[in-house]
Each structure stands twice: as structure tokens, then as C-alpha cells.
């Protein structure tokens, strides 16, 4: 009898035991399940705020050619500018005028933009007194002292060629920031200075009888 007792509560705490342990299986598995789930959760938001970090680091952003862009651009167009200025008290041709004052119109602000992105990213804005001749298209202190000796007819054919020369030489450096630079703004101002002086150099070479 004593026997039988015995056997019976073996078998209780036997299924009790198994019980238990499909219970605290079901349990894992659902813990893991949702670990799981939380996991995959988190790692998908991480990923998305790197890529929005990233994204945010990115814009605005700038390198070496934006800043050689605006340093060498800046002294290319105060020159522009000061072959500009010559032409009221010395060109005969309204069309040279209009031109030139429309040349001036357009890069003097850009000049100020440009030193603005060099202050802001702590590099050197060129001085005013520098020689930059070396530069695509700049005239050399030679060329300018001969632009200022002349006038009338004479003035007005030389400015024009001078000038085309200019332009071609800030479309060559427009077009290294478009295919080097990082900063979305300095490649929008190169891509209107190649629109831009491009269409001034078909008027230009129309002013000079060129097709």
C-alpha cells in the first residue's frame, strides 16, 4: 500500500516537472521572440539616425576644391570687375558699356558671397594686391596698364578680347568646381558662371563680327 502511495506521487511530480518545463520553454520562446523583434527594431532605427546623421553632416559640407574654387575665383573677378570700371570714361560703343556694366552687376555680389564661405570656414580670403596672373584667363599687370592707355574703338576691341579670354578661363575653373567640388552652393554659382559667361562670350564674339 505504502508502495503504491509512493509510485503515485513519483508520477504527480513527474508530469508536474514536465509541465514546468513546457511552460518555461514556451516562455523562452517567446522571450526570445521578441528580444528578437526588439532587436531588429533597434537596430533599424540606429541605422536610420546614422543615415540621418550622416546626411545631416553631409549638407553643407565642403572640400579643398570649393575652397580653392572661391580663392581662386574671387581675384579672378575683381579683376573683371576692374576692367569693368574702365569702360564708362573710355569706351566708345554703348553695347561695350551695357556689357560691362552687366559683367560688374553680376560679380561684385558674387565676391562677397565667396569671401563669406572662406570666413566661415576659417581660410584666407586673397588680397586685393596679390598676383593671381597665373590663373586661367588673368591678365597680366601688363595687359591691364595697355587696357587703360587706350580708348574709344581701339578700348572697345581690346576689352572684348581680353574679356572672352577672362571668361573662358572662369568657365575652365567653373567647370573643375562642378566635376570636384562638394558645397552645393559653390557648384550652383559655377554651373551660372558657365551659363552665364558662356552666353557673354557669344555676345562678345557677335561685337567683333564673329559668328
Known sequence: MASRRFLVR???AL????????????????????????S???????SSASASATASAAQGSHNAQDVSFAQGMIPHHRQ???????TPSRAKSQ????????IKQAQDPEINTMSGWLTAWGEKVPDAGMDHSSMPGMMSDDDMGKLKDLSGDAFDK??????ISHHQGAIEMAKTEQAKGTY????????SIVTSQSAEIT???KLLGKS
Open 10 to 12: 513519483r508520477t504527480a
Open 15 to 38: 508530469a508536474a516537472t514536465a509541465t514546468a518545463a513546457v511552460v518555461l520553454a514556451a516562455c523562452g520562446s517567446d522571450d526570445s521572440s521578441s528580444s528578437s523583434e526588439h
Open 40 to 46: 531588429g527594431h533597434d537596430m533599424g532605427a540606429l
Open 80 to 86: 573683371a570687375v576692374a576692367m569693368a570700371d574702365l
Open 95 to 102: 553695347q561695350v558699356k551695357d556689357l560691362a556694366a552687366k
Open 158 to 163: 581690346a576689352f572684348v578680347q581680353m574679356m
Open 184 to 191: 552645393g552652393p559653390a557648384k550652383t554659382m559655377a554651373e
Open 203 to 205: 555676345e562678345m564674339n
